[in-house]
């Protein structure tokens, strides 16, 4: 199967609207949420918990520690969706009943290659409100044992726009990011030891804001995990925190736009690529 080009891709414009993240602790991962990034919690009838805020929105579920429930992107028109879905039974993939109830019910769920779920659908609610500090759920990040596979499938079957790969000395790719718009992406995967979740981000207007929300971390004494620095990919200002399960969330800002026709470019994997600014966690 041959990669096609951005111009054909049904997935543009995506944007992640919300992630399901799984817990063996989900009353104190949700207390944590509430009080570290400002959200109204709701505990639903299957048991999940709906942690809403004005541009952020996560699902809390019993699970494993650190396991993605699914990633859940916002597709542009109900004729987007029916397209994407379109493309995807063309490919043989056969799209299962959505497990959000944030989406409306013309969503679908596919299973990636290490059975990671995603969702395509239309949100529920349009409205977007304020925050009592910025922060927009832009992208999610998982890692994977496999990324050739995983990268393909993500390309190949479901559309992403890969913007940049890091290789290492022996030519093996360790990460590879994807955009769905022309920010540089909403979503990532690195190699590692196992499949799970890595980190989920909030967009924020400027370097400002990530000094509010430095502070703000700093008033309830959530230490702050890695950072500030600077990616080599994205180009984006970040640090990071992390949650009681240890996934971490990052606070963004100046994440690049890349144009959708734009060829994607290769990194060296070293620290350096992943921190300009400095020392980076090397997922391996
Ligand atoms: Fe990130």
Known sequence: MTAQS????????????HIQIGTPQPAAMAAF????FGYQATLLADGRRHLRGGERRLLI???AARSVGFGAYALASPRQLAALRGHLEERGIAPQPSPTPLFTAAAFAVRDPE???IVFGLPTEDGRAADALPGRLQ????????????????EDVL???VSDRVVNDEGVMTTCFFRSDPEHHSFAAFLAAEARLDHHALEVP???DIRDWADHCAALDVPITWGPGRHGPGNNLFFMVSDPDGNMVEISSELEHMPREMAPRQWPHTARSLNLWGSAIMRI
């Open 115 to 117: 059975g990671g779920q």
């Open 33 to 36: 949420y509430q009080r570290t």
């Open 6 to 17: 951005p111009q054909q891709s049904p997935l543009w414009p995506a944007r992640l609207h």
């Open 139 to 154: 992208h999610l990040v998982v890692t994977t044992v496999d990324l050739p596979r995983s990268a393909a499938f993500y």
């Open 61 to 63: 579920a019993e699970g």
């Open 159 to 161: 559309g992403f726009v």
């Open 206 to 208: 400027c370097w400002n």
